[in-house]
């Protein structure tokens, strides 16, 4: 760290520490109030939003610290609509909603809803909030269409849209809207919770007005969004001036078997850092293209779990960094590219691409191997024959995390670009018509290494409706999640399906003769049919045969890792029967490390 | 080297990206003509014209080494 | 307030991780007070020992011993719980290492995800299967049970003192089958410790069950030695009367019965403080009140409606170990007295969560703390006086404070003594989040509220969060610093139970709701009376329906009265179970609760329940204290300059609380000095006297409440 006084004077720092926490506060208050009224639980149980606070002219503030993946879209998109739309267009009582993945959202499931907040008729600041909605129409149930070739089969696309006027719902646009999802009625419900969180925003901020006014607290805000930048380039400066690159790919976009490549490349220059991705692959057919702010996201993201972990979250970290993702590659789609995907596949995929390939470069300590690097969505829908309702579910799956400097990775996480929790198996089955029969870690799969990845999940559930159309968009089917300094790879995901009465799994792709094993749309399951679904494991960090003997041990006597494999990928020979305690055999061990030592060199 | 309006119709929901960084341009952008003659750029604004040319001295000092 | 009508002692105990407090009230409002050190090892010797010195015959008139503890809290934290086996629906093994897959901060890669309390080679699975309509879908066969016997056997051959977890997927619909293992386990394996989920915490969601029945098996051996030894102390002592602990939902159980379902006392030791809290509350006639525990390293936050302490369903021992049970609502921050100061890398102040703990303790104590704290920050501010800490049992250093402080204002550029001023904002600031957040989680606006505070920093602190916060008068118990084991001598006797039912309340369904609702009232009163340490006194139950909008996935409590007067919500449907149009009003509940929580109602929607509850209570009788002289002892006033407000010195008035008398007033700035606590009356603010011996604070200009 080159900064060795504070990173600025004359202005009234405890002030600024007060006033910061207060609007996160606020933050946190409007994600309370949509968590316990939202109707889909992937925003209930899941937590699958963001809430905001913004200055006059739209510029994040603060926001809720919830999920990260929505970071981009929180930055810009309620900045891009407050200066579409015009701030003199706005109106006391006004919602504004879009999901525009052109225009700063994240892709179509995801909706924004911004709000201004008057004093005495005079603009002072906006809240807002991004939550994603279960069922947005489209080709498939569950509106995340994984072989969609454009935008228009993923769903409803609205532009910045006046969604309340002046307080009163605009019924035309409800109307469309909800017209145009499978489950209306879960929408409602959703919306009105995403309505509600703004209306607690608006008060509280009202109160910061009254105390401040709106001249006053704006000055404020302008000095959080410096402080935020100070930070940040006080961090960025601690690095050594270089240009880092790394690559990873897609493994396919759904449409056609071919992968595609992200290159990137970190130019650190003093306290600024640019991310060039522009030597990526051209925007793919299928939907794994990001939007510019998917791409920023994941280059934010990256940063943040090695550099500035503590860095208030607003607009001010965007100005020492620039991200260069030119439209048309597939870091910055073109209308009208789909891109659904981007968000929960490709954006964790650049983003351990920036912190685990390129900032491990430098920060070794602090950074980890791969996870299992891909949310998995596996969606369906269908009519529930205990009630005669349509349902439509989006359903993700937590996997392993990669070993890391410290410690082994964890089990069974979800996706590190979001924080979303499962949904447990007892709600899921009182919601939709399944039967699970095994919900459980997948044993022996963590990369090896001196500290082994984490173990991914298994879940096997059979259809009891009539019948349910099944969709996925999912990744680490072709390519395992990598190991990092000698650590081996984790293993990969799988979506496997055995017809009725049946134990002979065979892939979603070989049994339905599919063109991708991971991103499928409407296939037809039948009361019976089960579904097994495997989450990939994470890299290991480090040597295996580096690895504390004892630590083999214990993990053989868990069950996460085989004897077999302790052999195999440790060199660790146990004696004894497993009944009666097993033990380390030392000089055998010993002898065997050395073996495999020679052998690799 | 220069701002202009970004006019569009109300009913033109289609968008324009920045040319060097790929972000969204909303109601004005930023032109510069390329050194050396080249064509004309769009983009977000000056900041972007500058990235414009240290990429180039990147690129050129790259191409040398 | 009335004396206890048979004027014997009442003797409560708190026993936390450094003091063991103990109350004694007798005969006249006689008050007894002991502070002495905690004995971690025994954790019975400490009590016993503030027994002996306290005086208090055991043998002569004792009304009711009652305890507080963290033993259990102690054991799932410190991880000394029983060797435990788990036992799953087969294929559901990896419940408690799954959970539910978020994390706890969003940048932290170096986070490691919590451990479950059973490890996996002592985890079970059995073959059987319920759906979510409580039908068969695998039978539990007696081959099976045989197979599942001899495992637990197996696994726990060589254990010293194991204990069994039994917690099946969608028991709470029909708990049947965990019933049929209890009792093939009893009977095979009789003595070895057996919980079942559909008797701990009958709720869905299996992690948060399954984990909720694990911790309450692995306390299980812990307690029950605990409990076997007070009994046997107690016998020696041939002391009479009731003899409880007290549990988290605010009540008490018998010693003998504690180890029935040990999980219930987990927050006994919070538990002390926040029932006290609504006490004092009730005293002034505060109908609404946040109450603030403000010790060395953490404050406890807890809600008073209407006189009556709130509750949550979800309290985390850590991150992603949740005790699903009905528990009071209190939310733990780590701000306190030994809160550290710093500054981060942004070049912002900051205050806590790390502590300097009571050893080393703040820099001012002089025993190789060098961090600065906030108690530091209140000695360098006057509003400490380091020569009467403790009562004057223990000095302060004034210099070590300040030099502490130096580098600090060296980095903020400002002098020793606005940093000072600038770590209790800091750390006002703090609570005031959490604060807003346990308020307005609930729905509640914090304006409308008073700030009941105590522990030994409570009272410093409170005026100057009341005021940020705009909430109405700051009480100060009496005592503040013993507040917790005043708690334990006027706890209620209490039982809660919960159901799961859902039912739509549009369909005929719901038609099964009020006799469910009326037969779960009668059970818990059985409850408790088949507990009560006086029979003839009193029981009122009050039952609630937890509801929500069909699809949404969170619910809210709509109370529902029964029987007897329900004083503690505002909100109550004002009918029976019995009544014909029951659940429409039950609806008509729900919609009003969620307009005026969250801004809108969709009376379109058809409700849901989620479950039922009842709250059996017996109360405790009044207690009357007298704990200070009440008479001025004739000094003149003393005044001391103190830092009101950054560059703000004023010559603050200095009293000693034990001379003041009820009615008296006290015009801020002024500082009120007990053994135990301290109280800041900032410029602005008045403080009276109340009867209940209670300070009262509040604005000079505000009107006189009655
Ligand atoms: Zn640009």
């Not at chain 1, 992937?42 to 006059?56: A, H, Q, Y």
């Not at chain 3, 007295?337 to 900051?350: E, H, N, Q, V």
Request: aromatic share 8%.
């Amino acid at each position: 760290m080159t900064a060795t006084s504070p990173p600025f004077d004359g202005i009234d720092r405890v002030g600024l520490t007060l006033l910061y926490k207060r609007v996160r506060n606020i933050c946190d208050e409007m994600a309370f109030a949509m968590m316990r009224t939202a109707y889909s639980p992937i925003f209930s149980e899941g937590l699958d939003f963001s809430t905001l606070v913004l200055d006059r002219r739209g510029r994040l503030i603060a926001t809720a610290g919830i999920n990260p993946a929505m970071l981009g879209a929180s930055l810009y998109a309620a900045t891009w609509i407050i200066r579409e739309v015009g701030p003199e267009n706005f109106a006391d009582g006004d919602i504004f909603v879009h999901n525009d993945p052109y225009r700063g959202g994240s892709h179509l499931p995801e909706h924004m809803m911004v709000a201004p907040v008057y004093s005495d008729g005079e603009l002072a600041a906006f809240v807002g909030n991004i939550a994603h909605l279960a069922e947005i129409g489209g080709m498939a149930p569950g509106s995340f269409a994984a072989t969609a070739t454009d935008i228009f089969q993923e769903g409803l696309r609205i532009p910045p849209t006046k969604l309340f006027d002046r307080g009163e719902p605009v019924q035309d646009i409800w109307r469309i809207m909800l017209a145009n999802h499978r489950t209306p009625n879960n929408s409602w419900g959703d919306l009105h919770a995403m309505v509600g969180s703004l209306r607690v925003g608006e008060r509280r901020v009202g109160g910061l007005i009254a105390e401040r006014g709106v001249d006053g607290l704006n000055e404020a805000f302008e000095q959080i969004l410096d402080y935020a930048e100070a930070y940040m380039r006080s961090e960025i400066a601690g690095l050594p001036d270089g240009i880092y690159t790394g690559e990873d790919c897609m493994e396919d976009d759904g449409i056609s078997d071919r992968s595609y490549w992200i290159r990137s490349r970190i130019i650190v220059e003093g306290d600024e850092l640019i991310f060039d991705y522009s030597k990526s692959d051209e925007q793919a057919i299928g939907p794994i293209n990001a939007p510019y702010v998917v791409t920023l996201s994941a280059s934010l993201n990256g940063l943040l779990y090695v550099l500035a972990r503590d860095v208030p979250v607003n607009a001010g970290i965007v100005r020492p960094v620039k991200v260069v993702a030119p439209a048309g590659t597939i870091t910055c789609v073109r209308l009208p590219g789909p891109c659904v995907g981007g968000q929960t596949e490709f954006q964790p995929r650049i983003m351990e691409l920036v912190l685990g390939q390129i900032l491990s470069q430098i920060l070794p300590e602090r950074a980890a191997a791969a996870s299992g690097n891909t949310s998995l969505n596996f969606l369906f829908g269908g009519v529930d024959p205990r009630n005669g309702e349509y349902y439509a579910h989006y359903h993700f799956e937590g996997m392993g995390w990669g070993g890391r400097a410290t410690s082994d990775g964890n089990s069974a996480q979800i996706v590190p670009h979001a924080n979303c929790r499962n949904t447990p198996v007892e709600i899921f089955e009182t919601k939709w018509p399944w039967v699970h029969e095994e919900y459980s870690l997948n044993d022996d799969t963590g990369g090896a290494g001196r500290h082994r990845g984490g173990l991914g999940v298994r879940r096997v559930m059979e259809v009891e409706g009539d019948v349910i159309t099944v969709s996925a968009l999912s990744e680490r089917m072709k390519r395992s999640p990598w190991g990092l300094f000698g650590g081996h790879d984790g293993s990969r995901t799988a979506l496997e399906v055995a017809p009725e009465g049946s134990d002979a799994y065979e892939t979603f792709q070989d049994a339905f003769g599919l063109i991708s094993p991971s991103k499928f749309t409407n296939i037809r399951l039948r009361r019976g049919d089960r579904v097994r679904i495997t989450s990939p494991s994470g890299g290991g960090y480090g040597d295996p045969l580096e690895r504390d003997p004892a630590k083999v041990l214990a993990d053989v006597e868990l069950g996460f890792v085989s004897r077999v494999s302790a052999e195999s990928a440790y060199g660790v020979v146990l004696d004894g029967a497993p009944d009666d305690g097993l033990v380390v055999d030392e000089a055998a061990t010993a002898a065997l490390r050395r073996s495999m030592r020679d052998g690799v060199a | 080297m220069a701002w202009h309006e970004l006019n569009k119709n109300w009913h033109d929901t289609t968008v324009d990206y920045c040319d060097v960084c790929g972000n969204l341009l909303i109601a004005r952008y930023w032109s510069f003509i390329e050194p050396d003659g080249g064509e004309t750029r769009r983009c977000c604004d000056e900041t972007c014209e500058r990235l414009f040319g240290r990429l180039r001295r990147l690129e050129e000092s790259a191409a040398e080494s | 307030m009335s004396r206890s009508p048979n004027g014997a002692w009442r003797i409560g105990v708190d026993t936390g991780g450094t003091f063991t407090d103990l109350v004694a009230v007798g005969p006249g409002g006689e008050v007894r007070l002991q502070k002495v050190a905690s004995t971690p090892a025994e954790p019975a010797r400490a009590t016993f020992d503030a027994l002996k010195r306290s005086q208090v015959d055991p043998r002569g008139e004792v009304d009711s011993f009652i305890m507080g503890t963290t033993i259990a809290t102690n054991a799932l934290i410190q991880r000394r719980g029983a060797p435990t086996v788990l036992i799953t629906t087969a294929g559901f093994e990896d419940v408690l290492y799954i959970q539910r897959i978020d994390r706890q901060g969003l940048y932290d890669l170096q986070w490691v995800k919590a451990e479950p309390y059973v490890p996996r080679d002592r985890v079970v699975g059995v073959n059987e299967r319920i759906l979510a309509d409580g039908s068969v879908r695998t039978a539990l066969t007696g081959g099976e049970l045989d197979r599942v016997v001899d495992e637990v056997r197996r696994i726990t051959a060589g254990d010293q003192e194991p204990a069994v977890a039994v917690s099946l997927l969608f028991s709470y619909v029909n708990p049947a089958h965990e019933q049929e293992l209890a009792a093939a386990l009893q009977e095979a394996l009789g003595g070895l410790p057996v919980s079942i989920s559909s008797e701990v915490a009958p709720i869905w969601r299996e992690y948060e069950r399954s984990n909720t029945t694990a911790m309450d098996a692995y306390v299980k051996p812990i307690v029950a030695n605990f409990a076997g030894d007070l009994l046997r102390e107690l016998d020696a002592l041939e002391m009479g009367g009731w003899h409880g602990l007290l549990r988290s939902n605010g009540g008490h159980v018998a010693i003998p019965d504690a180890p029935a379902k040990p999980v219930e006392i987990v927050l006994s030791g919070l538990a002390a403080g926040m029932i006290a809290g609504a006490h004092f509350a009730r005293a002034v006639d505060s109908a609404k009140a946040v109450t603030l525990d403000m010790g060395g390293t953490s404050a406890d936050v807890g809600v008073i409606v209407d006189g009556e302490l709130q509750f949550s369903g979800l309290f985390e021992v850590e991150f992603g170990l949740p005790l699903a049970l009905p528990i009071l609502d209190v939310t733990t921050i780590g701000a306190g007295g030994g809160s550290i100061a710093s500054i981060d890398s942004g070049g912002l102040l900051k205050v806590g969560p790390e502590s300097a703990g009571a050893e080393p303790g703040p820099a001012c104590y002089g025993l190789g703390g060098e961090s600065p704290t906030v108690t530091d920050a209140n000695v360098v501010m006057g509003r400490l006086n380091p020569g009467y800490f403790l009562g004057g049992r223990m000095n302060l250093d004034a210099e070590r404070a300040r030099s502490a402080i130096d580098p600090v204002a060296d980095r903020l550029g400002l002098t020793p003594e606005d940093t000072a001023e600038a770590i209790v904002s800091v750390s006002i600031e703090n609570m005031d989040g959490a604060m807003r957040l346990v308020t307005v989680d609930r729905g509640l606006d914090y304006r409308e509220f008073d700030l009941v505070a105590y522990g030994g920093a409570g009272p410093l602190h409170a005026t100057e969060i009341a005021r940020r916060m705009g909430m109405n008068r700051v009480i100060v118990p009496p005592n503040p610093g013993l507040v917790s084991a005043y708690g334990t001598v006027i706890a209620d006797q209490r039982v809660d139970r919960r159901i799961t039912l859902v039912r739509r309340l549009d369909h005929g369904e719901s038609e099964d709701l009020p006799g469910a609702l009326s037969r779960l009232a009668d059970e818990t009163v059985a409850e408790l009376r088949s507990q009560l340490r006086r029979p003839e006194v009193p029981v009122d139950v009050t039952t609630y329906v937890a509801c929500r909008y069909l699809g949404q996935n969170y619910e809210q409590e709509i109370r529902t009265e029964f029987g007897h007067v329900d004083r503690s919500f505002e909100l109550a449907v004002p009918i029976g179970p019995e009544a014909a149009d029951f659940v429409a009003r039950l609806a008509d509940g729900y919609h009003t609760t969620h307009k005026a929580a969250y801004g809108y109602e969709m009376r379109d929607q058809p409700i849901q329940s989620v479950y039922l509850g009842a709250t059996a209570l017996s109360e405790a009788p009044e207690v009357l204290i007298r704990p200070y002289a009440g008479r001025g002892d004739g000094t003149a006033p003393v005044t001391r300059r103190v830092l009101a407000a950054a560059g703000q010195w004023v010559d603050a008035l200095i009293a000693n609380r034990d001379t003041l008398e009820v009615g008296e007033t006290l015009d801020g700035p002024a500082v009120i000095e007990e053994a135990d606590s301290t109280t800041w009356v900032p410029p602005g603010f008045r403080a009276t006297v109340h009867e209940s011996q209670c300070l009262i604070i509040a604005r000079s200009d505000a009107e006189a409440r009655p």
